[in-house]
């Protein structure tokens, strides 16, 4: 065969295939024809059976069709052949062929609401059975044999009974038969003919595969069989380019998992594949043939969009994206919920390479994670802006991190009513390069998005606790408590550690707590807050009134302490008696709770009068004090705070100046 030329191979070997499969499929054809029929004869005459057996023993048979009801020896043997593991279902009706009783697996029963069955009439009409076999539909045998046979009384019909017979049993008989007898003379025909031909398939074949598989490897992700990034760029530079001839524009939807890392944690790696593919599979079949989705690592994913209308086209696209992707999936029988961000970039007008649209639409991605994940964001050109402060804002927090960069400043607490000072509360700040002060609000996400909060809660209760032991022993320090801070588990042994270190009385310390703590693991987190509180501790409810459900907590835990959040008095001037109001009840309401009341954000004079005349216990604002170092708190601050703190705003500014110089 080596003189035979390629193109005469090819035609040679397509003729033994031919043959091959001639011989094979007419020796299949031939046997299961020949089973099919067997099994078919086999099915009829057992149904035909059951049925006449059973209007042979039914005596009763024309009292019953006429509706009456049946004698107990005929409901005897109607419960024996109902027990049958042949017999399934049968019926019985009248010499018109509508049904009057039924009988299957569960009871006998009259039919409540006759049904007319064609089947039947004609078989008590010619006066001949008519059985069938077939294959059955969900809730029925997989395969079965029905028998109609008229009943007969002094020649004259008087009934039918429709006998059904379960052959699922012998149905698999039957095939398993047919496929032992059809694979053997298959082996045999593969033997005297395949054998070469095969051998030289499997050859061709095998090398086929493996330049399929590595080509397949080279363009696609392994996980989720979708396309690499690599795949992507080829496809977005190609629809790109077809841009000016379409007239339509492209979207590219950057898509990542929310908090993918806890859902590993939790479900371990192989439950994160799981997800991974099961994201895979919505995502392809929710996009048309000509888009494109690929993963690039890790928990991104991108699809590409073409032939947008616009914007708003695209907008509809990721919300149901979005929702298809939000509901639940199961694995090991564990229900796994979580959401996703998404950011979405439109082509011509975001970019006109698959590099710069790859870019802008992550863009809009990571704007979407920093308003708080769970979202859609579109590109816009200020995100590139966005992005530089962010890096830089996150330089800043890890050098702060490693380097005990952060401050504390600290704003006097006053009593009202005895015009006293009672304590301060540690604020944090970050010093930026230039000098200015990066405030909480800024940079705490930051610091919980890199996982230092833990660090930088434990170095606040560090120093503000050392700091706090070199004012007289009856002024307090309050420190403000991240939800971040009770996620590790680690909120008692920083606390604990600080009061060690720095020998402060537990009693002086006051943990600051905002309702969005209790909103989740609400029982842990109470215990929590009990086991501090038994150490000696004040548990301090801050920014009250601002929540959903602060009402319900107070009755929950015994708090020491609330703190009406600072937009009330921000507020005062012009909402007037409504924030009076609702100030002067939230006071009652602590007084009658015994929890003490500090208003936040007193800044001018005629509040600290309104205040006043409404006994509230605490104030802390601007009038009384800004927040300052630890450094231009002197004795003659504190002093004088405590001797005249509720009427010397003036002169509280004055010293603080003083002591700045």
């Known amino acids: 065969m080596s003189g035979i030329k390629k193109p005469e191979l090819w035609k040679f070997a397509g003729v033994l295939a031919v043959i091959f499969a001639v011989l094979v499929g007419g020796t299949w054809f031939t046997v299961k024809t020949t089973t099919d029929q067997l099994l078919y004869r086999n099915a009829t005459a057992t149904a035909r059976n059951?049925?006449?057996?059973?209007?042979?023993?039914?005596?009763?048979?024309?009292?019953?069709?006429a509706g009456e009801t049946p004698s107990s020896a005929s409901i005897a043997f109607l419960e024996t052949a109902r027990k049958s593991?042949?017999?399934y279902r049968y019926v019985i009706y009248n010499r018109y062929g509508y049904s009057v009783l039924l009988s299957d697996r569960d009871k006998i029963t009259p039919v409540d609401l006759s049904e007319f069955s064609a089947a039947a009439a004609q078989s008590i009409k010619q006066d001949r059975p008519i059985v069938d076999a077939r294959e059955g539909v969900p809730g029925e045998p997989s395969y079965f044999a029905e028998a109609i046979v008229p009943v007969m009384v002094n020649a004259r019909p008087v009934a039918t009974i429709a006998a059904y017979v379960n052959q699922a049993a012998e149905h698999e008989s039957f095939y398993r038969t047919f496929l032992l007898a059809a694979t053997g003379l298959c082996a045999m025909v593969g033997l005297s003919f395949g054998v070469p031909a095969a051998a030289w398939y499997a050859r061709t074949k095998q090398?086929?595969?493996?330049?399929?598989?590595?080509q397949f490897l080279a363009h696609h992700d392994v996980l989720t069989g979708l396309a690499n990034r690599a795949r992507l760029i080829e496809r977005l530079e190609g629809a790109l380019a077809a841009l000016p001839a379409t007239g339509a524009a492209v979207a590219v939807h950057f898509i990542d998992i929310d908090h993918f890392k806890q859902i590993n944690d939790m479900l371990g790696h192989d439950g994160g594949d799981f997800l991974l593919g099961m994201i895979g599979e919505r995502l392809r079949a929710?996009?048309?043939?000509?888009?494109?989705?690929?993963?690039?690592?890790?928990?991104?994913?991108?699809?590409?969009?073409t032939g947008v209308a616009g914007?708003?086209?695209?907008?509809?696209f990721a919300k149901r994206t979005a929702a298809i992707l939000a509901s639940p999936a199961y694995y090991k029988e564990q229900e796994v919920r979580t959401t996703y961000t998404i950011g979405v970039a439109l082509a011509p007008a975001d970019g006109q390479?698959?590099?710069r649209m790859l870019k802008s639409a992550d863009l809009a991605l990571y704007s979407g994670k920093m308003a708080g994940r769970d979202c859609i964001r579109f590109f816009a050109p200020e995100m590139d802006e966005m992005l530089q402060k962010r890096i830089t804002l996150e330089k800043y927090v890890r050098n702060a991190v490693a380097n005990d960069g952060f401050v504390l400043h600290y704003q006097p607490v006053l009593e009202l009513t005895k015009g006293q000072l009672i304590g301060f509360e540690a604020l944090i700040r970050l010093p930026a390069p230039d000098g200015s002060l990066i405030p909480p609000a800024v940079f705490i996400p930051v610091a919980e998005e890199l996982h230092f909060i833990n660090k930088v809660g434990a170095w606040v209760l560090r120093e503000a606790c050392r700091t706090a032991t070199t004012w007289p022993e009856n002024l307090t320090i309050a420190v403000n408590l991240s939800p971040a801070q009770f996620e590790s588990g680690d909120i008692e042994q920083h606390v604990a550690a600080a009061l060690?270190?720095?020998?402060?009385a537990p009693h002086r310390l006051e943990l600051e707590i905002t309702e969005t703590l209790l909103l989740k693991n609400?029982?842990?987190?109470m215990a929590t807050l009990k086991r501090l509180k038994d150490r000696g501790l004040s548990i301090v409810m801050d920014d009250f009134g601002t929540g959903y459900s602060s009402l319900s907590y107070l009755w929950k835990f015994p708090f020491d302490k609330i703190k009406i959040d600072r937009s009330f008095m921000e507020s005062f001037e012009q909402s007037g008696r409504d924030v009076e109001t609702v100030v002067k009840t939230i006071i009652a309401l602590g007084r009658e709770m015994k929890m003490r009341v500090t208003v936040e954000g007193v800044e001018t004079g005629d509040q600290v009068n309104f205040l006043y005349d409404s006994d509230a216990d605490q104030v802390q604002g601007f009038y009384f004090g800004k927040p300052v170092p630890a450094s231009q708190i002197n004795t003659d601050l504190i002093n004088f705070l405590r001797r005249n703190g509720a009427g010397a705003a003036a002169e509280v500014q004055r010293l603080m100046a003083a002591q700045a110089k």
């Open 207 to 214: 090398k086929q595969q493996a330049d399929r598989r590595i």
């Open 50 to 65: 059951w049925a006449q057996f059973l209007a042979a023993n039914v005596n009763d048979l024309e009292q019953i069709a």
């Open 353 to 355: 390479t698959a590099e």
């Open 500 to 504: 060690a270190e720095s020998g402060l």
């Open 286 to 305: 929710i996009t048309r043939v000509e888009d494109m989705v690929a993963r690039l690592g890790g928990d991104e994913f991108v699809i590409v969009q």
């Open 311 to 316: 914007r708003v086209q695209a907008e509809e």
């Open 522 to 525: 609400t029982e842990a987190v």
């Open 85 to 87: 593991n042949e017999v």
